[in-house]
């Protein structure tokens, strides 16, 4: 893996605020850290289909009409959402 250094980590930085702009910056980084965040939850809860398919999740179990909380951000979604509305993140 290459050693990426001070001034290369600089030189990043300013070409990210130059495409960027200073104002977007901390909305694009937070989008960053969330995919980041997601890949890494689903990376550590990979299962087998078999497994993930026996095992039972509120959304399997919801009754039709109920609310599904996400996971991740808290906030509520239908219940034959599969994904949350808020966050992207897996129901």
Do not use: H, W
């Amino acid at each position: 893996m290459p050693n990426i250094g001070g001034p290369e980590l600089l030189l990043i930085l300013a070409v990210v605020l130059i495409v960027f702009g200073a104002g977007k910056l901390p909305d694009v980084l937070g989008q960053l850290g969330k995919g980041v965040r997601s890949f890494r939850d689903e990376a550590q809860n990979d299962k087998p289909a078999s497994v993930a398919a026996g095992s039972t999740t509120s959304a399997t179990t919801a009754t039709p009409g109920a609310t599904i909380y996400c996971r991740n951000c808290g906030r509520p979604n239908p219940s034959d959402s599969k994904f949350c509305t808020n966050c992207g993140q897996a129901l």
